[in-house]
């Protein structure tokens, strides 16, 4: 029988798996006529927050939007600096350019891809605002110990056990490919600190003074927005939370196999075990060479980053982040979803195992 290709994220599986009840949600939704706010935004709220091992939550548009609001909300202005870490999706540096900031690109860790708190403070100059640490792959970031707020991006942690809490906001993104995801955009802020999570909710609706239609006003210095999680992804986001812990167990499941399946001179990441598993990476110097071996057995690979945030071009000129540029050198990610068969594990464990460089 001919071989189908593995694919590194199946979202039409997953819809099958949870196609009754999320289909039921949000008929329920667009039925009540309660399409923005409500009570199943509410309830995400309040479920998006615990996830986060936080006392406030507020749903907004995505993971983009609640770093800038986060931003926002501590009263970061044009010309302040913002450290982030030279490995992550782009918005992580490209909000801190939205809110008129400058990000200072800080290396990683040699052998984690995951801010290095040394390189951290030593970025530290008289117009760093904030630093943004992110968890990586699901990877908890060491507390870089900053004398400035930290808002974590937890864009790609979902699933902690127990949540790991570092700083003064969590900034979390439920774009479709997450392990915990919407049908669309949508993300999180969450906060234990009443007064940030109060600034942002307003920040996130033009800065409207609640009991007062058409009167604004400026939150720490700035003008709103329109950042609100819909209804509908919030129906949808409220059966997926339900289905988080299998995702997160089959993943780790999954990662084990790869573990075990790993060819020689490759290595795998040195995870926690309370950590989810947002992409199963290994680090190999002929990656190039095992990505190819896998595409010809039809095993999808990609690679997460192919360069640090440090040569973007859309950011202004950074130092070198040479650990960085190792870490995308040589990373590579495989397929590693619950939707995921027993049989597509080893046939990836195979093609791993019989990789002659
Ligand atoms: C680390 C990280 N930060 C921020 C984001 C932005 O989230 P979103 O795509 O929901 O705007 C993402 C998502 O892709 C991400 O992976």
């Known amino acids: 029988m001919a071989l189908t290709p593995i694919p590194m994220v199946d979202l039409a599986a997953r819809h099958l798996r949870l196609a009754a009840a999320t289909e039921a949600a949000v008929l329920a939704v667009l039925r ?9 935004v509410q309830a995400v709220e309040v479920r998006g927050a615990a996830l986060f ?26 010309g302040d600096e913002v ?3 030279a490995l992550s999706f782009f918005a992580t540096a490209g909000a801190v350019v939205r809110v008129g900031a400058c990000p200072v690109v800080v290396d990683v860790l040699p052998d984690r891809p995951l801010m290095a708190p040394q390189a951290a403070q030593a970025a530290m100059g008289p117009r760093t605002r904030a630093a943004i640490p992110v968890h990586l792959f699901g990877m908890r970031c060491p507390d870089p110990q900053l004398p400035v707020p930290l808002i974590e991006d937890a864009a790609q942690a979902a699933g902690w056990a127990p949540p790991a809490r570092l700083g003064v906001i969590t900034a979390a993104s439920f774009y479709p490919t997450k392990t915990l995801s919407a049908a ?9 600190d009443p007064q940030l999570a109060q600034s942002m909710r307003l920040l996130a ?17 700035h003008v709103g927005l329109n950042s609100r999680l819909d209804a509908v992804q919030a129906a949808v986001l409220g059966v997926h939370m339900g289905d988080l812990p299998r995702r997160v167990a089959r993943r780790r499941a999954i990662a084990a196999a790869y573990d075990q399946a790993l060819p020689a001179g490759c290595t795998a990441l040195d995870r926690h075990s309370g ?17 190819a071996w896998l595409a010809e057995r039809l095993v999808s690979t990609a690679v997460y980053y192919p ?10 000129p950074q130092a070198p982040c040479p650990n960085a540029q190792r870490w995308c050198d040589e990373s590579l990610s495989i397929p590693c979803h619950a939707e995921l068969s027993d049989e597509q594990v080893e046939r990836v464990c195979s093609a791993l195992q019989e990789f002659r460089p």
């Open 53 to 78: 091992g936080r006392a406030h939550g507020l749903g907004v548009n995505s993971g983009t939007d609640a770093l800038i609001l986060a931003l926002l909300a501590l009263g970061v202005q044009p």
């Open 275 to 291: 950590d989810p598993i947002h992409h199963y990476i290994l680090r190999s110097p002929r990656r190039d060479r095992l990505g």
């Open 307 to 316: 360069r640090p945030l440090s040569a973007q071009p859309a950011l202004q």
């Open 205 to 221: 609706n033009h800065g409207g003074v609640p009991g007062q239609p058409h009167l604004h006003q400026r939150v720490a210095g």
């Open 184 to 192: 669309g955009d949508a993300g999180l802020v969450a906060t234990d």
């Open 32 to 40: 009540s006529g309660q399409w923005v706010g409500g009570p199943v």
């Open 83 to 85: 450290l982030v870490p």
